[in-house]
DNA sequence: GTCTATACTTGGATAGAC
DNA sequence: GTCTATCCAAGTATAGAC
């Protein structure tokens, strides 16, 4: 299985190609023949970086993944309080959806995972664990620290808010003026901001 | 284009089988030798009901619309408070998750939609519509009486509860211990109700 | 209405030359 | 690393017998 720190620039361009793809139409909704000809190259190369379509949707899943954290690491590092740390967050899913609409890698992935490998799969649930976690954790010192206040637990409102980014793009996919993720986000946060 | 109403018994097992497969792995990821196999019937007898596989998507979102339809109605005349009528909202979205983690069938067909035809969109468009309608004058009326609170308008508030309810249900899928819908939803109506 | 048989296309994957 | 050529399976769809 290809990793991260091996990916050649050809396997990159090939790489970033499915995972535009993927937030498009899907993991059943491509072919090599699709990226054949985003990248200019012919399907035996492709497979000459990528043994089979698993490994493929494994290595963007993991991409996708490793990129987001890096994000959420540098939101701890540039904003100091819950409140904005939350907006942030949110921000990101903003940014994606206003690319194209696109979706999250690992939300088309979620909804189509009954018919994925196992090894696509268990990246997927890593990145929504990886999410929860950091959201809890912010909201815990959020409503430690005072600054936000709610009577449900910081785990609970950690999937609330993950629900409802990702079903915010999914949904604003289908509406003509769709209020995306950010403004949704906010409905909820207001809800929490002291 | 077929329509509900001429739907045969062997077109209707059809459709039920494709529901289910849409809800399970997608449009994309079905084909009518899956169909075959669930309902006992060669591949060319479920051609001769419908007659391209565009066509029993537009059917299955369709006969899905109007189930769902049946029973939002069917909540205004059963519940009268909004509180409750948005509590048993949620429960439907519930209900279709606890059945083996389906998604709903719009919810699928919305993250699939950049590879479906404009046939199927339009079905999904409808569904999203009639929903948004239907909570926001819940919503509407609720905070015209007084049981619901909120400085949102009922129409984002309406779109903010579609999304965290297909979210929940998108998201459930890949943890291993999700909330569901409904404990999801009762996270965000908990803010709401006076 | 259902079947067998088949046409045609696409998709994932491999062999081997360059 | 990339290519042409090819294999094989699967997918949509149609023709025609029963």
Redesign the pocket.
């Known amino acids: 299985m290809t990793t991260l720190q091996e990916l ?4 990159r ?2 790489a970033d190609a499915a995972q535009v793809l993927v937030q498009q139409v899907g ?2 909704g ?7 000809k985003l990248v ?17 949707g494994v290595t963007v899943a993991q991409r996708y993944t490793h990129q987001f954290n890096d994000a959420l690491r540098h939101i701890l590092t540039s904003v100091k309080l819950a409140p904005q740390r939350l907006q942030a967050y949110a921000d990101l899913f903003e940014t994606t959806f206003l690319n194209d609409h696109h979706l999250c890698v690992c939300g088309m992935l979620g909804a189509e995972s009954n018919s994925l490998d196992a090894a696509v799969n268990q990246e997927v649930r890593h990145f929504f664990q990886l999410n929860l976690a950091w959201i809890t954790d912010v909201i815990e010192e959020g409503l430690a620290s005072g600054s936000l206040k709610s009577p449900h637990s910081a785990l609970v409102l950690a999937e609330t808010l993950l629900s409802l980014l990702e079903g915010a793009m999914l949904v604003g996919r289908s509406m003509s003026a769709p209020l995306g993720p950010r403004r949704i986000g906010d409905v909820f946060l207001s809800s929490l901001i002291v």
Do not use: W
Not at 8 to 11: E, K, N
Not at 45 to 54: D, E, M, N, Q, Y
């Open positions: 050649s620039p050809s396997a361009r090939i993991y059943n491509f072919s090599f023949e699709h990226i054949s200019g190259m012919r399907k035996a190369s492709i497979h000459h970086h990528f043994a089979s379509k698993v490994d493929l």
